[in-house]
């Protein structure tokens, strides 16, 4: 924001960016909601409610100092709140692929565990139905507002690297489709089933990390919608 990288040790500079701007102060509350999380995680018997609400709050708040703030007025609450729940659903989808490939092989030894295995991956389709759908519509209106056309989404670097990233959303998709409807019914009948349906998630799980490798990079370039 000062132009220079000398200026993140300057305290003048560092105190008027936190203490005397929109993105400074939002920023402000982002770190004390990831502290106050920190906090209750280190609790021998965290309460999970209280775990889940932060964490939805931490990821939520990153809304408020991205592209979505360039609005004004009403526009600017929309866009906001638009991308609130595009990071919620990729947080639920995302951070629920990990927790479920650690359930995946944990029963590879101990092979009695199938029916939890298979309680688990329904529960998280449900889940993942509603996520998928919610990221879908809610990346489309993203599109919308911050590149505008067909022509500036193949014709500025912007909306090529956005086209990539849709893409490998769409191979997730496929991906999870197949753990859905190929390897999850098959799972009780054919334990081995277990092994293609971990390398499944795992691949699901590394397009995930490409897709955010990729949002943290639009995130440092301007919308195709407001220049090259």
């Given at each position: 924001?000062?132009?220079?990288?000398?200026?993140?040790?300057?305290?003048?500079?560092?105190?008027?960016?936190?203490?005397?701007?929109?993105?400074?102060?939002?920023?402000?509350?982002?770190?004390?909601?990831?502290?106050?999380?920190?906090?209750?995680?280190?609790?021998?018997?965290?309460?999970?409610?209280?775990?889940?609400?932060?964490?939805?709050?931490?990821?939520?708040?990153?809304?408020?100092?991205?592209?979505?703030?360039?609005?004004?007025?009403?526009?600017?609450?929309?866009?906001e709140l638009n991308?609130?729940?595009?990071?919620?659903?990729?947080?639920?989808?995302?951070?629920?692929?990990?927790?479920?490939?650690?359930?995946?092989?944990?029963?590879?030894?101990?092979?009695?565990?199938?029916?939890?295995?298979?309680?688990?991956?329904?529960?998280?389709?449900?889940?993942?139905?509603?996520?998928?759908?919610?990221?879908?519509?809610?990346?489309?209106?993203?599109?919308?507002?911050?590149?505008?056309s067909l022509g500036?989404?193949l014709n500025t670097?912007?909306?090529?690297?956005?086209?990539?990233?849709?893409?490998?959303?769409?191979?997730?998709?496929?991906?999870?489709?197949?753990?859905?409807?190929?390897?999850?019914?098959?799972?009780?009948?054919?334990?081995?089933?277990?092994?293609?349906?971990?390398?499944?998630?795992?691949?699901?799980?590394?397009?995930?990390?490409?897709?955010?490798?990729?949002?943290?990079?639009?995130?440092?370039?301007?919308?195709?919608?407001?220049?090259?």
């Amino acid at each position: 924001m000062a132009g220079s990288p000398s200026a993140a040790g300057d305290y003048a500079a560092v105190s008027a960016v936190l203490l005397e701007t929109r993105f400074g102060r939002v920023w402000c509350f982002h770190l004390l909601l990831a502290a106050m999380l920190v906090f209750v995680s280190l609790h021998r018997q965290p309460r999970r409610p209280i775990v889940l609400l932060l964490s939805l709050g931490f990821l939520a708040s990153l809304a408020w100092v991205g592209h979505a703030t360039m609005e004004v007025g009403a526009a600017r609450i929309g866009h906001e709140l638009n991308q609130s729940g595009h990071l919620l659903a990729a947080g639920l989808w995302l951070g629920g692929l990990a927790p479920l490939g650690w359930v995946l092989r944990q029963a590879r030894h101990r092979p009695h565990e199938i029916s939890s295995v298979c309680i688990a991956l329904r529960n998280f389709s449900h889940m993942g139905y509603a996520a998928v759908a919610l990221l879908a519509l809610t990346g489309a209106i993203n599109a919308l507002l911050l590149v505008g056309s067909l022509g500036a989404m193949l014709n500025t670097p912007y909306g090529r690297l956005l086209a990539f990233k849709i893409l490998l959303f769409l191979v997730m998709v496929v991906v999870a489709s197949i753990n859905r409807f190929h390897l999850a019914p098959r799972l009780s009948e054919d334990p081995g089933t277990l092994r293609a349906l971990g390398r499944t998630v795992a691949l699901e799980q590394s397009l995930g990390l490409g897709v955010l490798a990729i949002v943290s990079l639009l995130g440092t370039w301007p919308p195709a919608l407001y220049g090259d």
